[in-house]
Nanobody, 111 residues
Framework: QVRLVESGGGLVQPGGSLRPSCEAS????????MAWYRQAPGKQRGWISG???????NYADSVKGRFTISRDNAKNTVSLQMNSLNPDDTGVYYC?????WGQGTQVTVSS
């Protein structure tokens, strides 16, 4: 059974940083691309970053230059380093691969 479990969200002040992670199980992790999505309050879930099995990364314009996606194939983990956070980054962050979603981790940026 494929499972994705996110962790590492929280409350942070504007300008701060967080590093949520997602651990995968039940798949041959190293060959699959992984993605992070964000669902802000009252809005649809939207893609923000992805990384291929080979390590190629892509970012939405809204997070480019501030967020960095990475993967550790030995630990079946994908992480999202988020810097210079602002209130617009508030939302539930989900990792995703194929048709599988995690349960999400809440990120709140507020003073």
């Amino acid at each position: 059974q494929v499972r994705l479990v996110e962790s590492g969200g929280g409350l942070v002040q504007p300008g701060g940083s967080l590093r949520p992670s997602c651990e995968a199980s039940g798949i041959r992790f190293s060959i699959y691309g992984m993605a992070w999505y964000r669902q802000a309050p009252g809005k649809q879930r939207g893609w923000i970053s992805g990384i291929t099995g080979g390590g190629t990364t892509n970012y939405a314009d809204s997070v480019k230059g501030r967020f960095t996606i990475s993967r550790d194939n030995a630990k079946n983990t994908v992480s999202l380093q988020m810097n210079s956070l602002n209130p617009d980054d508030t939302g539930v962050y989900y990792c995703q691969t194929q048709a599988i979603w995690g349960q999400g981790t809440q990120v709140t940026v507020s003073s």
